[in-house]
């Protein structure tokens, strides 16, 4: 999967060429039939506690990407949960403790369609016990683990996971009492860049995964992303740290022989995209 494949409207790189304007018959046209393939993703955001949607655009509506399927998931339509009433984004400037003030579950990337949920991953009233969350670790690591989140002031664990064309995808996301708190355990606890430091259960050997694209990337989030090296076992890994204010999420996605890379890629950039 190439870097050209992903079209984020926040930052927009400079080395991609000025959008073209259409004329108002062709934006009828475009906004009948304008969706995505699940890793296009165009944000439409009409001001500070607005929520916002996330559409979906076929392949062959986007110049350079006219080509057959490389293997992307067929998300739903996603829409951003609103923000209470005189509360700021995560990332606005009167926000300084980074707070995400929307419903954290309401945050989660929803499965693709034609996927299997995973049951265990929904929590009473869609929290997630910090002792489940521990269980993706090796076990010998989940007691200083779980210390830390604590002493690091965890509030609370919202989670989701499902399996589709044999992967196994989770998506954790962390919520802590400040943006601070969040940056701090990113750096000193969870993810240097050569190996993640606190090894997951069946994947031990992984490391920093250097083909993820670049211009995936949203400049107010953080992210570390690792893949289990060969030779591995039955399955393979990836996993991803996002580090977006007061959040922090964990996704993970193994598969029996080879982990692919594009529903990887697809399912980090899209979670940045809602946490951002």
């Known amino acids: 999967m190439t870097e050209q494949q992903y079209l984020v409207t926040t930052p927009v790189p400079e080395a991609l060429p000025e959008p ?33 949607g996330i559409t979906r655009m076929e392949r062959t509506d986007v110049p350079g990407l006219a080509t057959e ?39 989660l990337l ?9 049951k265990a991953l929904e929590g009473k009233a869609g929290w997630l016990t910090t002792k489940d969350f521990l269980t993706e670790y090796t076990e010998d690591d989940r007691e200083e683990f779980g210390q830390t989140l604590t002493d690091s002031g ?16 989770r998506i954790y996301l962390l919520q802590f009492d400040t943006a601070a708190a969040t940056d701090y ?20 050997a992984s490391v920093f995964d250097e083909k993820f694209p670049e211009k995936s990337r949203l400049e107010e989030i953080r992210r570390s992303v690792y893949v289990e090296l060969e030779p591995y076992g039955p399955e393979q890994t ?34 940045s995209q809602l946490l951002g």
Not at 110 to 118: L, R
């Open 20 to 52: 073209v304007t259409p004329a108002p018959k062709d934006r009828r046209v475009l906004r009948a039939v304008l969706r995505w393939t699940a890793a296009v993703v165009v944000f439409a955001v009409a001001g500070a506690g607005t929520a916002y």
């Open 69 to 107: 399927s490389d293997g992307r998931w067929e998300y739903p339509e996603i829409v951003k949960p609103p923000l209470p009433s005189g509360r700021p984004g995560p990332f606005a400037e009167e926000n300084t403790a980074g707070s995400h003030y929307a419903d954290l579950r309401g945050l």
């Open 110 to 118: 929803p499965a693709p369609e034609g996927a299997k949920a995973d």
């Open 154 to 169: 965890l509030r609370h664990i919202a989670a989701r996971g499902w399996t589709t064309d044999g992967t196994h995808t």
């Open 185 to 204: 355990l990113f750096d000193e606890d969870l993810a240097p860049a050569n190996s993640p430091s606190h090894a997951l259960r069946g994947a031990e």
């Open 238 to 271: 990836r996993q991803a740290y996002l580090a977006a204010g007061d959040v922090l999420a964990v996704i993970v996605q193994s598969r029996k022989g080879a982990a692919k890379a594009v529903p990887f890629q697809q399912t980090v950039t899209l979670q």
